[in-house]
């Protein structure tokens, strides 16, 4: 995925990336994931935050309680970061991950000014042990770091020393404390100088280990075809209801050509018929209906007959009238 190859040389523009496909899968976690690692690299803390908790409870995991932690205290919100800290449960935590998050949790006590804190949440047995862990060049520069916050130089040297000794793929600038320290200056040119200022070492905010749980190329394409598929399928199913419209359509003109013609055969040729007469508007339709209606009425209308009597039998039979009665007799 863009994600992942750009999110170191172009942080912001592989958040793009991210969101875009989030905008395509955003109910896939390891989707939620990337754009919180990608928001956290572009300096992007609060969507950092909600999308790696989003992240959290689609998974179940907790492998980034270090990075939102950093960003809680990249946000000002220093005593946020130690309560995550006091909150998670270490025993059910990647032994990587609870150390960057005891890190992160003694830079916030720095933060508040509680220097001696911070000194003394970072002696643990993590830090003089004799195995170097991918971590451990990072615990012992944060240790070292935390010395000379508080004066302790001499200290503060032997750390530094101690984390460039196993620091072998130069993941902090403890060789660079190291000849400070020693009064040792480095002369380089100005872009140098610059990137060297970006570069922040462990225990400062936005420099968190964060790699993903999860590769999220393959699920996020499979889903983006999907997508497509489906999408496809739409097309399709709005051309088969234009060609629906379209035979109703049809069948409407043959309807109104049966009207306006008046015999059902007319309707024969029903298009001509509906192009070739005038359309009828507002009260002339009225007009029109009433005429019809007259129409209809006097084709009804019965004359009764005129009954002329032929013998008396016919005249019982009729009733007669009252006068040819008083005739008769």
């Known amino acids: 995925m863009a994600t992942g190859q ?10 793009a990336h991210a969101l875009a496909a989030r905008r395509l899968a955003s109910r896939i976690s390891a989707v939620r994931e990337a754009v919180g690692l990608a928001a956290y690299h572009a300096g992007e803390w609060q969507t950092a935050i909600a999308e790696l908790r989003t992240y959290h409870r689609m998974s179940g995991l907790q ?3 270090a990075v939102i932690a950093d960003c809680e205290r990249a946000l000002g ?11 998670a449960d270490q025993e059910k935590l990647d032994r990587a991950v609870a150390i960057e998050l005891l890190i992160v949790a003694a830079g916030a006590r720095g933060d508040l000014g509680q220097r001696d804190a911070a000194v003394a949440m970072l002696q643990v047995r993590e830090l003089t042990s004799d195995t170097a862990e991918p971590w451990t060049a990072r615990l ?3 240790y070292a770091d935390a ?6 130089r001499a200290e503060a040297r032997e750390w530094f020393s101690r984390a460039a000794e196993v620091d072998a793929d130069a993941e902090t600038d403890a060789a660079e404390r190291l000849l400070e320290l020693d009064g ?3 002369e380089g040119d100005e872009e140098d100088e610059a990137a060297e200022e970006l570069v922040a070492g462990p225990g400062a905010p936005g420099a968190v280990e964060a790699q993903p749980d999860t590769d999220v190329s393959g699920a996020a ?6 997508a497509g598929d489906d999408d496809d399928d739409d097309d399709d199913d709005d051309e088969d209801e234009d060609e629906d419209e379209d035979e109703d359509g049809a069948t409407e003109d043959v309807t109104v050509a049966v009207a306006l013609e008046g015999e059902p055969g007319d309707a024969v040729n029903a298009g001509d018929a509906v192009e070739d007469s005038p359309v009828v508007e507002g009260d002339a339709v009225e007009d029109v ?10 084709a009804d209308a019965v004359v009764p007959p005129t009954v002329t009597p032929v013998d008396g039998a016919d005249r019982s039979e009729q009733g007669g009238s009252p006068e040819s009665e008083t005739q008769r007799r």
């Open 221 to 226: 394409v499979a889903f983006a075809e999907r």
């Open 184 to 186: 040792v200056l480095i």
């Open 77 to 87: 919100r220093p005593e946020r970061a130690i309560d995550l800290f006091r909150g």
């Open 289 to 298: 209906a009433g005429e019809a209606a007259d129409e209809e009425r006097d």
């Open 140 to 142: 012992r520069y944060a």
């Open 147 to 152: 010395l000379l916050a508080v004066g302790r």
């Open 6 to 15: 750009l999110i170191d040389e172009d942080p912001e523009q592989a958040l």
């Open 63 to 65: 492998s980034h309680l």
